[in-house]
C-alpha cells in the first residue's frame, strides 16, 4: 500500500457496503482480517421472556435479515472473496459465528482457497439462558481462523499465547464473559448501541495471537468499533468498514477516547527465533556461572558440573547442555536450557532465565 493510499485508509472508519469498500482497497495489503458478519438468526416473531412475559432484547435488526439462505451465501461468498484479495500472502483471516451460519461461512471459506488453521470455541461465562426451555442454552460462539492459503507463512503468537495461559499451551476452547457492565455501549434511551457487541478480551487474545505492532487490521463489519479500539489498544493499525451511520458514530466517539497502553517493546510479541543466539558459554565468559557450579533438574534427581568451556559433565558423560540432559534422562533429545536449574539464594532458577537475562543486557 502506498504512503499516501495507506493514510487515507488507515486508523479510519469508512461509511459504506463492506464489499465494495473492500474493492478499493489496494491487493495484499491487509495483515489481518478479524470478521464479524451477520448470524442470519431467522428469528420468526418476538422472544418473550416466560416469568414476566417481557420482550427479550434480541438480534432483529434489518441488516441481520435475509430472503433465503441462497441470498446469505452470495454475501459470504462475495465478502470473502474481497477479503482474500486484500490479505497479504501470509495473511490471516478470523470469523465468528453462531450454529446460524458459521458452517456455511466454513464451507465457503475452503471453497475459496482459504487454509483453515482452528476453529476456536469462545465459550461464555454468563451466557444468556434459553427461555422457551426447548434446547441447550447457546453457551458459545464459533470463531475459525484460517490463512489466505495453503503456502502461507502466517504469524502465530506461540509464546505470548502461553504466557496469557499462565505458562500453558492456549487451546482452542476459551471461557471468556460476554460484553456487559461499563464496556457494553448503550444509547441514550438506555438499551445497547448494537446488539451482538463482543468483548475486548476476545479482541485482546485474537489481536496477540496472531499480528504485531504496527500491523494492519481490518474489519469489514466494524460495528461499534471493538476491533479497532483493541488494536489502537495494541499498537495496531487498523481499518473499519461499517454501513450503519449510527453505529459510525459510536466507534468514532469510543476509539477517541481510547489510548495506546504503552511502548512499542511492550506490545510486541517476538518469537525464540527472533531473539539473539545466546550460546550456554557466553553465561560462563560473563560470570553468571562459575566453572564447578553444579546444575540439577527440577526435581533433583540428576547433576552436572559446568566446565569453563561450555560444557557440562555428569558422573560419566560430557557433552553440551542439550546432550548431556538427553544422557542423563536416557533420551533422544533435551532442550538444557529448560532442563536444567541452578541453585540461587536456595531457590532452583532454571538457567534459561539468566539466558534472558544476558539477552535483556546484549540488547
Request: charged share 25%.
Amino acid at each position: 500500500m502506498g504512503a499516501e493510499n495507506k493514510k487515507s485508509w488507515v486508523n479510519k472508519i469508512h461509511l459504506g457496503d463492506c464489499i465494495e469498500l473492500m474493492n478499493g482497497l489496494p491487493e495484499a495489503s491487509i495483515d489481518m482480517v478479524f470478521a464479524d458478519p451477520p448470524y442470519n438468526l431467522q428469528l420468526a416473531g418476538d422472544l418473550m421472556r416466560p416469568e414476566n412475559h417481557k420482550k427479550v432484547d434480541a438480534v432483529n435488526d434489518h441488516w441481520d435479515q435475509f430472503d433465503s439462505f441462497k441470498a446469505y451465501d452470495e454475501l459470504t461468498r462475495n465478502w470473502l472473496s474481497a477479503a482474500r484479495r486484500v490479505l497479504k500472502p501470509d495473511g490471516t483471516l478470523w470469523v465468528i459465528g453462531s450454529y446460524h451460519n458459521i458452517f456455511r461461512v466454513g464451507a465457503t471459506l475452503q471453497d475459496l482457497g482459504y487454509w483453515i488453521l482452528n476453529d476456536v470455541v469462545w465459550r461464555k461465562s454468563n451466557p444468556m439462558p434459553n427461555f422457551r426451555g426447548r434446547r441447550f442454552t447457546n453457551a458459545h460462539e464459533t470463531m475459525i481462523w484460517c490463512a489466505r492459503d495453503e503456502s502461507s507463512k502466517y504469524r502465530f503468537n506461540y509464546e505470548s499465547m502461553k504466557a496469557l495461559n499462565d505458562d500453558l499451551q492456549m487451546r482452542s476452547d476459551w471461557l471468556l464473559p460476554i460484553c456487559s457492565g461499563g464496556e457494553r455501549l448503550k444509547g441514550d434511551d438506555g438499551k445497547k448501541a448494537h446488539p451482538t457487541q463482543k468483548p475486548e478480551a476476545l479482541l485482546h487474545r485474537v489481536i496477540m495471537a496472531s499480528t504485531e505492532v504496527g500491523d494492519t487490521i481490518l474489519d469489514p463489519f466494524f460495528g461499534t468499533g471493538t476491533t479497532g479500539a483493541v488494536a489502537k489498544r495494541l499498537g495496531r493499525n487498523w481499518i473499519g468498514l461499517e454501513r450503519e451511520e449510527s453505529y459510525v458514530t459510536y466507534a468514532e466517539q469510543r476509539i477517541a477516547e481510547v489510548k495506546k497502553v504503552a511502548a512499542d517493546e511492550m506490545l510486541n510479541s517476538p518469537s525464540k527465533r527472533d531473539e539473539p543466539r545466546v550460546p550456554f558459554g557466553w553465561l560462563v565468559e560473563r560470570g553468571m556461572l562459575e566453572p564447578g557450579t553444579v546444575l540439577t533438574d527440577q526435581k533433583r534427581r540428576f547433576k552436572a558440573r559446568v566446565r569453563a568451556d561450555g560444557t557440562l559433565i555428569s558422573a560419566d558423560f560430557k557433552g553440551s547442555i542439550h546432550q548431556v540432559g538427553a544422557k542423563v534422562q536416557n533420551l533422544p533429545a533435551c532442550n538444557g536450557w529448560t532442563f536444567w536449574c541452578v541453585d540461587i539464594e536456595g531457590g532452583i532458577v532454571p538457567i534459561d532465565v539468566l539466558r534472558q537475562k544476558l539477552r535483556a543486557e546484549l540488547h
